[in-house]
């Protein structure tokens, strides 16, 4: 028994040894082939792991630039927060107008508290100021003119009888009625419009940074 396996083997090795050569020479050219190839690939591996790679709008993939903090936004100062507060009107804060034509003045509410009052002028005998709830409508800096019963325009300037502001709050489709500053001050107090609500020019530039459209306006007889 072990007579023939050893024959076996010493057969098979004399039958093999005739092929060496060739084989060993075969697997030397795969295995140098695939060394060659995996030298290469880590070559590669290292030159991208060096250099961030960039899309096609050149911006970088690279994720320490991807995740790069923003730099934060300071906060203003309280100096100006409270500026910005006295000029502009809090989307949560309710802010309404109240005239009293009895008073000639027309009052400021804020939180339904009284900031402050102006004075004005209403409209006079047969051109009363509608009485009622509106609202604001209408904000135009240095507005123009247009003469209701000639079509004149008058441009902005000392000489417009609108002044430097207008603030729109009733309409009945063609005609419109808001406060507005005067050239004329010394009406102030009087029944001397067609239907608006005149002021004093530093006082409606003052009300023109205080309401918003939408804000109510309350007349009152």
Not at 1 to 13: A, C, I, Q
Not at 74 to 81: H, Q
Not at 164 to 169: A, M, N, P
Not at 191 to 214: P, T
């Amino acid at each position: 028994m072990n007579v023939k396996v050893s024959n076996f083997f010493s057969s098979n090795w004399v039958n093999g040894s005739q092929n060496n050569s060739l084989f060993s020479r075969f697997y030397f050219v795969i295995f140098l082939n695939l060394g060659t190839v995996i030298i290469f690939n880590l070559i590669q591996q290292q030159a991208n792991g060096l250099t961030p790679l960039k899309n096609q709008s050149g911006v970088s993939t690279k994720s320490t630039d991807l995740s790069e903090p923003q730099s934060q936004i300071k906060p203003k100062s309280r100096i100006t927060k409270k500026a910005l507060n006295e000029l502009y009107i809090k989307p949560n804060e309710k802010i309404h107008l109240v005239i009293k034509l009895s008073d000639r003045r027309v009052y400021v509410y804020q939180n339904d508290k009284l900031k402050t009052s102006y004075p004005i002028a209403i409209g006079r005998e047969g051109w009363e100021t509608p009485t009622g709830t509106h609202k604001v409508i209408q904000k135009i800096p240095n507005p123009s003119w247009k003469h209701p019963f000639t079509g004149e325009i008058i441009p902005p300037g000392p000489e417009n009888p609108l002044g430097e502001r207008w603030i729109g709050f009733w309409t009945d489709g063609t005609n419109y009625i808001g406060f507005h500053g005067t050239p004329n001050e010394e009406t102030i107090g009087q029944a001397a419009s067609h239907g608006c609500v005149r002021m004093l020019n530093q006082d409606v530039l003052a009300l023109f940074e205080k309401v918003g459209i939408g804000t109510t306006v309350v007349v009152e007889p």
